[in-house]
Nanobody, 121 residues
Framework: QVQLVESGGGLVQPGGSLRLSCAAS????????MGWHRQAPGKQRELVAI???????NYADSVKGRFTVSRDNAKNSVYLQMNSLKPEDTAVYYC???????????????WGQGTQVTVSS
């Protein structure tokens, strides 16, 4: 009953920027850590950035200084501002969130359907 939907992907030239958005909806009691992972063809899914409810963020070394993750707790949303994009950033980007659906249950991890980011001339 919980759904994560990403948006904002597309085609961009090297050095360009994109902003990804993800909103969680459905039966939600509380949202904990949120973040972004990506998967390129032939490669395993990798962590890009995560952010806690308090705003503490961690990034993959390959994107530090170029990407910024943020969140809006009131909207159950997380964002990824991607600057100085490189061809190596080309991948499907997936939103992730740990969510508790009610006060009597524990939390579980959820994934969005993914949004394609292509960096090419």
């Amino acid at each position: 009953q919980v759904q994560l939907v990403e948006s904002g992907g597309g085609l961009v030239q090297p050095g360009g920027s994109l902003r990804l958005s993800c909103a969680a909806s459905g039966s939600i009691f509380s949202v904990y850590v949120m973040g972004w992972h990506r998967q390129a063809p032939g490669k395993q899914r990798e962590l890009v950035a995560i952010i806690t409810t308090g705003g503490s963020a961690n990034y993959a070394d390959s994107v530090k200084g170029r990407f910024t993750v943020s969140r809006d707790n009131a909207k159950n949303s997380v964002y990824l501002q991607m600057n100085s994009l490189k061809p190596e950033d080309t991948a499907v980007y997936y939103c992730y969130a740990t969510i508790r659906q009610n006060s009597a249950s524990g939390s579980a991890g959820y994934w969005g359907q993914g949004t394609q980011v292509t960096v090419s001339s």
